[in-house]
């Protein structure tokens, strides 16, 4: 069965820097998605980015960008110029080509310090 | 992407009531989820609504707890049956499907349940 782990139940970082949060995930099958979803107080679940397995390039959403390891099972999130609007969870989830139920990670805690 | 409404946005019950939650989509969807996330943690699926069908239910849910319709492409209901304090949580519809080649899910904006 495909897991997802993150990590990082939180992290902090200055307002205009960088940061980068973590996931691993577990599967046998080559062809999937991986997504990063942000979700603020408010509790509306957003989609920040994805990935399709069988892309070598990286996906990038102007101040996001994703780290794509897919030997090592690895899909990292990097968020540029961080803003006090990025402050939310953030969860990693997979997807199997062959499947629409998403595997979710438990969620990274994004503090954004002024 | 798509418009996802949920109703009601929050509401407050009594144990041994239960709640409907509806969602709508502005579009034709191929699928509709249900999801239940309790206070700061991850989501967890509880069934995937089939139009024109009974819902397939995820271990540890069951359809006289969470009856689930879906009549047609657009709308589906959530009710969280005879409740106790431990269905507190977020309800959240999520869909997919919007096209042949779309693979993302879209979420609703959640319901928040709290039973007393």
């Known amino acids: 069965a495909q897991t997802v782990t993150q990590s990082q139940p939180e992290m902090s970082v200055q307002e205009a820097e960088t940061v980068t949060l973590s996931c691993t995930y577990d599967t046998s099958e080559s062809d999937y998605y991986l997504f990063w979803y942000k979700q603020p107080p408010s509790r509306q679940m957003i989609l920040v980015i994805r990935q399709e397995a069988y892309k070598q390039q990286n996906a990038t959403e102007n101040r996001f960008s994703v780290n794509f390891q897919k030997a090592a099972k690895s899909f990292s999130l990097k968020i540029s110029d961080s803003q006090l609007g990025d402050a939310a969870m953030y969860f990693c989830?997979?997807?199997?080509?062959?499947?629409?139920?998403?595997?979710w990670g438990a969620g990274t805690k994004l503090i954004i310090k002024p | 992407s798509a418009v996802i409404s949920q109703k009601p946005s929050r509401d407050i019950c009594q144990r041994g009531t239960s709640l409907t939650i509806q969602c709508q989509v502005d579009?034709?969807?191929?699928?509709m989820f249900w999801y239940r996330q309790q206070p700061g943690q991850s989501l967890t699926l509880i069934a995937t609504a089939n139009q024109g069908s009974e819902a397939t239910y995820e271990s540890g849910f069951v359809i006289d707890k969470f009856p689930i319709s879906r009549p047609n492409l657009t709308f589906s209901t959530l009710t969280v049956s005879n409740m106790s304090p431990e269905d507190s949580s977020i309800y959240l519809c999520?869909?997919?499907?919007?096209?042949?080649?779309?693979?993302?899910?879209?979420f609703g904006p959640g319901t928040r349940l709290t039973v007393t």
């Open positions: 999520s869909v997919a499907g919007l096209h042949p080649l779309a693979y993302e899910q879209y």
């Open positions: 579009s034709q969807v191929t699928m």
């Open positions: 989830a997979y997807r199997s080509a062959s499947n629409y139920q998403l595997i």
